[in-house]
């Protein structure tokens, strides 16, 4: 769906699967140009690691640093899943969007017009990337490898995410798991595949590294040890965020360079648009650059793999 007719946001609701918080001016109601587009509000889409008071307080930095950086509106619009992060994106409804790897990589090679604006690492020195966790209640003696997944009922957390599908679906195929020797379950985030494993909801499960190391320990919904880890993936690129390549390029760069040179945790706390922890960007120091070349090893596992998410919404 591309951008010939002007509709606004509300109604776009109808048409995109993305679950919209309020109402303001649509990404493409804008007063477009030969130069590019300028709208008046920078529209942010991205999916919530629960619901959108975390989205919304996740972010909340790098939101008062883009209204002051660009002098834009910013408006943070929760999506259902990376799927629809895409979609909003490829037909003009979203401006910036926080990407995974892999729906990164679907909405670069499905032609959806989007630059990268950075990755996020988890501190200053960091380099982007982080592992994929096949994980079970610690005192379940029956799992204890990607072999005992059989039969089971599994928990993963998005077609479209790369930690929580791709990489996992991978690993499984390397081990002789076939998607017909278990039972599959889409919890929708990685705290979701977490929780539904610490609560029995399903035997086994998928998610990113800190989310089960640190993140839902940090916040008091599991406890330290309660979740057994039995697989862990190679190396993932990091978690881009994108800029719409139809943007008017003096605004495009100074988004990019927003996120390059500001988006971090020490120059937001010294200019006073956070403190504390609350500096920190969904649990990350801030962004650093990469380039598109750095996602070829995630192009590498859906060569292997043959998901057809590899190829959604192209």
Known sequence: MHRHLRVPLCAAAALLPLVLTSCGQS?????????????????????????????????????????????????????????????????HKADIAFYGPLSYVVAKDSDVGVELAGSLVTAKDAKPGYRSYGITLSGNKKINSLTDFKNHKVCFVDPTSTSGYLYP??????????????????????????????????????????????????QGKIKKGQIKVVWKSDEIPGSPAAVSTDLEPGLRKKVIDTFLTKANADYMKSKGYCSGDGCMIDGNWGFTKVADADYDSVRAVCDATKDAQCKAGS
């Open 27 to 91: 990404a493409a109601d804008d007063g477009s140009s030969s130069a590019g587009r300028d709208p008046d509000t920078l529209v942010v889409a991205a999916i919530p690691s629960e619901d959108s008071n975390s989205l919304a307080q996740a972010y909340a930095p790098v939101i008062k640093l883009l209204k002051a950086e660009t002098g834009k509106k910013v408006q943070m619009q929760k999506a259902t899943s990376y799927a629809a992060v895409i979609e909003a994106q490829r037909a």
């Open 169 to 218: 679906q991978a690993g499984l195929v390397e081990e002789g798991v076939k998607p017909a020797d278990y039972t599959k379950v889409m919890a929708g985030g990685h705290d979701a595949s977490v929780l539904s494993v610490a609560s029995g909801d399903c035997d086994a499960g998928f998610a990113y590294d800190t989310m089960v190391d640190s993140d839902l320990i940090k």
